[in-house]
């Protein structure tokens, strides 16, 4: 079992903003900016799981520029701004191939995956431009480069946030910010359990592959936290426009 390693107060006096918080990586980045002594704000639609105790949980979808809008403020109210923002929250169902994904379902691929960063970035990056630092992490997939015809639309609007961050790290390097994407791999949690689930009925069997990655297993949420934390923090104070692929060596890239 795997558990998060960060140093103990790394994280004193810093503000942070995660979406997606209430399961999965999400919250196991909560917790482990928690345990490293930071101030946590996070968000999902509904309090259906539970944010990790001790973190501020509001209510908002990030898909809508309204979502984003109600972050942005209640970081301003609780927190009193951001110093690292973690863009979690997403996700997307499989398809029988490319051409079956109906068109509001890219769009809604594209705003969960892709736009709800952008939006968000826009809104509390000029905050961190102003102190003169700050930490941006987008969770991408490891599956990006199978572009597999199932989840097209998902590793299309994840590749796309990758190249965003890449371009916006470019910009904002001048002012002290780092972006940086995290791309786990196949992840014990609950949305990646219920995607591959619905794989399997969508196929009638197994569907996806069921073989282990060559570390012999499959990610713990901590496996993630671990590699945002690291980004995150000052051991990674000369990393910027890069991706972390954390997937046990499933997707290995050139
Ligand atoms: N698990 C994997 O195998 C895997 C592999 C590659 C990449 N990833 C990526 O890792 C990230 C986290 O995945 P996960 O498996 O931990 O997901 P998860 O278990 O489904 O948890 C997703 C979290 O995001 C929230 N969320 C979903 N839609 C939202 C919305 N529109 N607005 C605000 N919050 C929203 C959920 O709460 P509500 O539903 O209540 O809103 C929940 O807190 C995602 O970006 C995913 O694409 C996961």
């Known amino acids: 079992m795997s558990a998060i390693e960060s140093n103990s107060g790394e994280f004193a006096g810093k503000r942070a903003l995660v979406t997606g918080g209430t399961r999965g990586i999400g919250a196991a980045v909560v917790r482990g900016l928690l345990d490293a002594g930071a101030e946590v704000l996070t968000t999902a639609r509904s309090a259906t799981g539970t944010a990790p105790e001790g973190a501020t949980f509001v209510a908002a979808d990030v898909r809508t520029q309204a979502g984003a809008q109600a972050l942005s403020t209640a970081a301003r109210e609780v927190l009193g701004g951001v110093d690292i923002l973690v863009h979690n929250a997403g996700g997307a169902a499989p398809y029988l191939g490319a051409l079956a994904i109906p068109d509001e379902v890219w769009q809604d691929a594209l705003d969960l995956n892709f736009l709800a960063a952008v939006r968000l970035d826009a809104l509390l990056a000029p905050g961190m431009r102003e102190r003169g630092s700050g930490m941006i992490v987008h969770i991408s997939s490891a599956a990006v480069p199978t572009v597999a015809p199932p989840f097209l639309h998902y590793t299309t609007a994840k590749a796309a946030l990758e190249n965003y961050s890449r371009g916006l790290a ?85």
Do not use: K, M
């Open 170 to 254: 470019a910009e904002l390097a001048p002012f002290g910010i780092r972006v940086n994407t995290v791309s786990p791999g196949r992840t014990a949690t609950p949305g990646g359990e219920a995607t591959r689930e619905q794989w399997a009925r969508l196929t009638e069997g197994p569907g996806q592959d069921n073989t282990s990655p060559p570390l012999g297993r499959d990610g713990h949420p901590d496996d993630i936290a671990n590699a945002v934390l690291f980004v995150v923090s000052d051991r990674a104070s000369w990393l910027t426009g890069s991706s972390l692929v954390v997937d046990g060596g499933e997707f290995p890239r050139g």
